[in-house]
């Protein structure tokens, strides 16, 4: 009786240990590739068309933020007192008749102090996992407290910038009807982060394929997409925003910056953040939602079209020599990912003269 007692014990021990090591062995096979995507990768990502399908999402029609905040951010973001000499404002790098960015190679900030890195688009920024090419930032408040005090930026102090807006008729206000403290520096950088937010553009013509909309597309543009999932773009520009949800270094498949022709500290990318050689060259993969409105490309703006642009990035990240036929088929498909801000087409209020940009 006893033998048998002991017989099923060991039994049920020898059970316990077959289906634990069972679970484990499951859940190795089916963790999915967590690793970042190199270029080795990519073939076997695009020869499932499961992994590709959904890799990408469109952007929401609507999104739930605080409308007082909505305004008095705006408010600020088109404010010229933010910047040290009081002629710069957000909006001056980051105008909407330019795609949210500035069409400069390098922005240049308050006092004329010239930038060394080129302006990204404030167009769906909400939407990126983290911020600034090298994604130093991992939330929109640090970006903007940053922002303010670079020089090559707003060049400003917090403590000023408080006190020249609770000098004015307006603000203290509009703060204290927004935010129970009323006028302080984390309400500022909350009232611009909360703006930003609203700066999304749904419903481009690929966001219209994507819900089903078949006719949305030309072939050819269809053709482009099929070429960006088959070489493999988005393996690393993929999520709501194609891009902005990962990191990886610029070269993938040999080097790409050569220090015979001179490398930047921005060249250098999250580098910068962490010190660590690993992170030399590596960057936030950046959005293409807006691409076609955003020249000159690349962190340092060195890149003046799209086709150039792509005979590149495919060289550098995928080892690929793109055919002038390739080639034109993706842009054509990049050229679909323009959107809507506030219902209007964001190409017809680029395409607007320019002439009227004052700030
Ligand atoms: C002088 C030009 C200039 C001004 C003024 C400026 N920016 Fe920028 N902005 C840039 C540049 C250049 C970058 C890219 C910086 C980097 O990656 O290192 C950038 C990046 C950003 C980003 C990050 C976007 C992303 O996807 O990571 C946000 C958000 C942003 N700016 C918001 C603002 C706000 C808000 C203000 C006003 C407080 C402002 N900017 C003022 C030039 C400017
Ligand atoms: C291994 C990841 C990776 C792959 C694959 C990849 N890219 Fe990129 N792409 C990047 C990174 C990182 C940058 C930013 C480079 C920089 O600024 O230094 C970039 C930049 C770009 C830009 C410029 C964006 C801007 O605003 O300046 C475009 C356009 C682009 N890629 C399109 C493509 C296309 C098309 C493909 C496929 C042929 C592709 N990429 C494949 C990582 C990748």
């Known amino acids: 009786?006893?033998?048998?007692?002991?017989?099923?014990?060991?039994?049920?021990?020898?059970?316990?240990?077959?289906?634990?090591?069972?679970?484990?062995?499951?859940?190795?096979?089916?963790?999915?590739?967590?690793t970042f995507p190199t270029g080795g990768s990519l073939a076997r990502d695009s020869a499932n068309p499961q992994q590709v399908k959904g890799a990408i999402q469109p952007i929401p029609l609507s999104v739930?933020?605080?409308?007082?905040?909505?305004?008095?951010?705006?408010?600020?973001?088109?404010?010229?007192?933010?910047?040290?000499?009081?002629?710069?404002?957000?909006?001056?790098?980051?105008?909407?008749?330019?795609?949210?960015?500035?069409?400069?190679?390098?922005?240049v900030g308050s006092?004329?102090?010239?930038?060394?890195?080129?302006?990204?688009?404030?167009?769906?920024?909400?939407?990126?996992?983290?911020?600034?090419?090298?994604?130093?930032?991992?939330?929109l408040e640090d970006q903007i407290q940053a922002t303010l005090q670079n020089p090559k930026a707003m060049g400003s102090q917090w403590n000023?910038?408080?006190?020249?807006?609770?000098?004015?008729?307006?603000?203290?206000?509009?703060?204290?009807?927004?935010?129970?403290?009323?006028l302080t520096a984390e309400n500022i950088k909350d009232a611009i982060a909360t703006y930003i937010k609203s700066l999304y553009t749904p419903n481009s013509r690929f966001d219209q394929y994507l819900k089903g909309d078949e006719q949305a597309l030309t072939p050819d543009?269809?053709?482009?997409?099929?070429?960006?999932?088959?070489?493999?773009?988005?393996?690393?520009?993929?999520?709501?925003?194609?891009?902005?949800?990962?990191?990886?270094?610029?070269?993938?498949?040999?080097?790409?910056?050569?220090p015979k022709d001179g490398i930047t500290q921005a060249d250098l990318g999250y580098y910068n953040v962490t010190k660590d050689e690993a992170d030399r060259?590596?960057?936030?993969?950046?959005?293409?939602?807006?691409?076609?409105?955003?020249?000159?490309?690349?962190?340092?703006?060195?890149?003046?079209?799209?086709?150039?642009?792509?005979k590149i990035v495919a060289k550098?990240?995928?080892?690929?020599?793109?055919?002038?036929?390739?080639?034109d088929l993706i842009v054509q498909f990049l050229k679909t990912l323009t959107g809507e801000y506030l219902g209007g087409s964001l190409e017809k209020l680029a395409l607007d003269s320019d002439d009227d940009i004052t700030s």
Not at 12 to 27: E, S
Not at 160 to 182: H, I, M, N
Request: glycine content about 10%.
């Open 1 to 34: 009786m006893r033998l048998l007692a002991l017989d099923r014990f060991t039994w049920r021990r020898i059970y316990w240990i077959l289906l634990v090591f069972l679970v484990i062995l499951i859940t190795v096979w089916w963790q999915p590739n967590r």
């Open 316 to 327: 550098a990240q995928l080892g690929r020599t793109l055919s002038e036929g390739d080639t």
């Open 111 to 139: 006092g004329g102090v010239p930038g060394d890195i080129n302006a990204l688009t404030v167009f769906n920024a909400g939407f990126n996992f983290r911020f600034n090419w090298n994604g130093a930032y991992e939330t």
């Open 281 to 310: 060259y590596v960057f936030r993969v950046p959005s293409l939602r807006n691409v076609a409105l955003t020249a000159p490309y690349m962190h340092n703006g060195s890149v003046e079209t799209l086709e150039e642009m792509v």
């Open 64 to 107: 739930d933020l605080d409308v007082e905040k909505v305004a008095l951010g705006e408010e600020l973001f088109r404010d010229k007192r933010l910047s040290a000499d009081n002629q710069v404002s957000c909006l001056s790098c980051h105008h909407f008749k330019r795609g949210g960015a500035d069409r400069q190679t390098y922005s």
């Open 221 to 258: 543009e269809k053709a482009g997409y099929q070429l960006f999932q088959d070489y493999g773009c988005i393996s690393c520009h993929q999520g709501m925003n194609i891009g902005g949800n990962m990191f990886q270094r610029f070269g993938v498949i040999g080097d790409y910056f050569d």
């Open 160 to 182: 000023e910038v408080v006190e020249e807006l609770q000098a004015t008729p307006e603000y203290p206000k509009l703060f204290a009807r927004a935010y129970a403290d009323g």
